[in-house]
């Protein structure tokens, strides 16, 4: 018995009507793509109970209907046990005359509903606040050191807006980061630093934004752990030379007169007939600081001030009745901890001469430090995108298990997870077709194209091809297949001192273009998993003082685009194709190929790999319980499964069906399988056995 529900309401469905849904999680067509479970469009009746559910949306007069521009979360159940959860689309009803006789639906998995439950959002929407922290020299040379928050924000050595070297023996300009000795005015500025996060806190964030769960045994291991992402919004540095690299917060004002400003929020709320404004301000400190202008809490406008001021007008004009404006304050992008008192501010309106509309006032003094809020750090990426990245990158299986819990999983493991069933007993295959897959004749495994200064140079000395990225080609007719992540490769590079020609023990980014002018691109993204020493050739680390104080950075975080800083640990190189690591100064096996990609595509490609397409009739506890890991065998023949088309009406299933490249099978099932004299594949015992 086959049951539909929209929400906690059931529909009524015919007796007869075929309801088809295609099952897929990954395609051999697209092996890019990560593919959901839908049904083909299906007639419910327009009955009394189907009406009121769809409240008769054929009537456009209805106030309040039913919005068919929505999916709406809905449920399959077969036998009274869930089938899939997902949503139902409502895409047109058919009328008799006047009335309704029928609605046309169409139902989506929970997988198709996880990208649209994300919408347009993007990663700085997450809240990433436990993570926020004192913009100080202190916290960014502790992130460079050893990190902050548990090591789940780092401040790497990546310059995003000039070229450091190194040189121990002559001081140089302030971009030499040698050690020389104490109190020097040059090395790495605190300024010039950005934190990085853990991959693994994003995955919480999202979990918790959106109110779902991912399992993964992938997820949890150290292999992605130790992922962290830059922040890197903006070009050149977070928050100096940034008109709006601030994180600014509001004063709590203890009197007002007049009327329109909100002590409750500080907030002026723009009354009647007044389309022009000015806000004066009067501030008593000893300090740098700006103070920052929201309209409707959007940013409009900063002003930097050093020491107090006196009648500081801001104009704003344009405005309509109910508009809010509202101040904030926060330290001068020197960083420096800020106090100030005696705030008076007032409204005036434009007129002659200006009329005061209102004043607030707070005389107790308020200390200001620069914080880092990692939200508003984060790069311009959706989170639609992020986890889209993430199944490129890793060649994950994404596979809905509810509306709220989803499985993500390196596909091999995916499949190593999955079950077998016996689809003999159900299965007739006089009638079949036996296919060669439809294969591209390249395929290229690559990360976002980077347009930095070292990506460029590697590419124009390596044929136009990108650090990182793998192409391989085949020798058969077919198109082209470019699985692209949503991730930029960081080209690391190990100066070398210019005073010995000896290299340092610890990688720089650099993230500047050809020209040398700062540069943004896609999110980067690296390893870090330890700290390491290097005393041998240690930094200058500056901080708000403007010299390097009496200590020597002699450790700090290890960064690179391999998971250790020990080569006989590395187990993973974030490059698809076998590409030397700068700070091991060699490649390693261990690629993302070669551990998420090379085992399917080999198979995949394999001179033995069929695709089969034939029918079987499965009873409903055999459809309700089948996934799309699961292996199918017939005999002693075993499948893994493409595509599974199902009328969960009748049972019969239309089965695109891939042999697995291994397994033995009973020879006289399968004549089409010989070699190229004619012989059936066998082993040296005898078995028959499907090889290249």
Request: aromatic letters at 12%.
């Amino acid at each position: 018995m086959i049951e539909i529900y929209i929400g906690t309401s059931r529909l009524d469905i015919f007796k007869d009507e075929d309801i088809n849904i295609t099952l897929n999680v990954q395609n051999i067509q697209d092996i890019s793509k990560v593919f959901a479970d839908y049904t083909q469009n299906f007639s419910v009746p327009a009955s009394r109970v189907n009406n009121d559910l769809f409240k008769h949306y054929y009537n456009a007069d209805v106030s309040g209907g039913f919005s068919a521009s929505q999916r709406q979360s809905a449920t399959i159940l077969i036998n009274k046990e869930t089938f899939r959860e997902g949503s139902i689309e409502l895409m047109s009803v058919n009328m008799q005359g006047s009335l309704p006789s029928s609605y046309e639906i169409v139902f989506y998995s929970a997988g198709v509903n996880l990208l649209d439950l994300f919408g347009e959002d993007e990663l700085t929407d997450l809240d990433l606040s436990a993570y926020d922290h004192d913009y100080t020299g202190a916290n960014v040379r502790t992130g460079l050191v050893s990190g902050l928050s548990s090591s789940n924000i780092i401040y790497p050595l990546i310059s995003p807006n000039e070229k450091w070297y190194y040189d121990s023996q002559h001081q140089g300009t302030s971009n030499n980061i040698a050690w020389h000795g104490n109190n020097e005015t040059h090395g790495c500025n605190y300024y010039e630093l950005k934190p990085a996060i853990r991959l693994a806190r994003l995955i919480d964030a999202i979990e918790s934004k959106y109110s779902i769960t991912f399992t993964s045994d992938f997820f949890d291991s150290a292999e992605f752990t130790n992922l962290y992402m830059w922040c890197h919004r903006r070009k050149g540095y977070m928050m100096k030379d940034q008109e709006n690299g601030f994180t600014a917060r509001k004063i709590d004002f203890i009197s007002t007169t007049g009327t329109g400003f909100d002590l409750t929020t500080d907030n002026y709320v723009v009354q009647a007939g007044i389309s022009e404004f000015i806000w004066r301000y009067s501030i008593t400190s000893t300090s740098d600081y700006q103070t920052h202008f929201f309209i409707n809490g959007v940013y409009f406008t900063s002003r930097t001030h050093s020491g107090s001021v006196t009648n500081v007008d801001l104009f704003v004009t344009q405005l309509q009745q109910g508009d809010k404006i509202q101040m904030r304050f926060s330290p001068a992008p020197s960083g420096e901890t800020v106090t100030i008192s005696n705030i008076l501010v007032s409204g005036r309106q434009f007129d002659n001469p200006l009329i005061e509309l209102w004043d607030a006032s707070r005389t107790a003094s308020e200390s200001f430090t620069l914080s880092v809020d990692v939200s508003a750090q984060m790069p311009e990426q959706k989170v639609s995108d992020f986890i889209i990245g993430l199944t490129k990158m890793f060649n994950l299986a994404l596979e809905a298990t509810s509306s709220t819990a989803f499985t993500l999983e390196p596909l091999d493991n995916w499949y190593a997870e999955g079950n077998q069933y016996d689809i003999t007993n159900h299965t007739d295959i006089a009638t079949r077709k036996v296919s060669k897959p439809e294969l591209y004749r390249r395929i290229k495994l690559q990360h976002k194209l980077a347009d930095s200064r070292l990506m460029n140079a590697f590419r124009l000395t390596n044929g136009g091809e990108a650090y990182g990225d793998i192409r391989a080609d085949f020798t058969f007719d077919g198109g082209e297949l470019d699985n692209q992540t949503t991730f930029e490769l960081l080209r690391f590079e190990k100066l070398i001192d210019q005073d010995d020609s000896v290299a340092v023990g610890f990688l720089i980014g650099t993230s500047i273009d050809k020209e040398n002018k700062p540069y943004i691109g896609a999110p980067m993204i690296f390893y870090s998993n330890s700290t390491i020493d290097i005393t041998s050739k240690p930094i200058g680390f500056i901080d708000e003082t403007g010299n390097t104080g009496t200590s020597s950075v002699d450790s700090m975080v290890f960064i690179g685009n391999v998971n250790s800083s020990t080569a006989s640990s590395v187990t993973r190189m974030l490059t698809f194709g076998l590409d030397v690591d700068p700070f091991h100064e060699q490649s390693f096996a261990d690629t993302l190929y070669n551990g998420f990609w090379e085992d399917y595509i080999t198979n995949l490609y394999s001179g033995s790999r069929r695709l089969y397409t034939f029918k079987s009739i499965f009873p409903l506890e055999v459809i309700n319980k089948l996934k799309m890991n699961d292996r199918l065998v017939w005999n002693d023949y075993r499948f893994i499964i493409n595509q599974i088309q199902i009328n969960l009406r009748t049972g019969v299933a239309s089965l695109e069906l891939l042999n697995d490249v291994g397994e033995y099978l009973n020879p006289t099932e399968f004549p089409e399988l010989l070699d190229e004299a004619g012989n059936y594949l066998t082993t040296e015992n005898g078995d028959y056995l499907i090889t290249e």
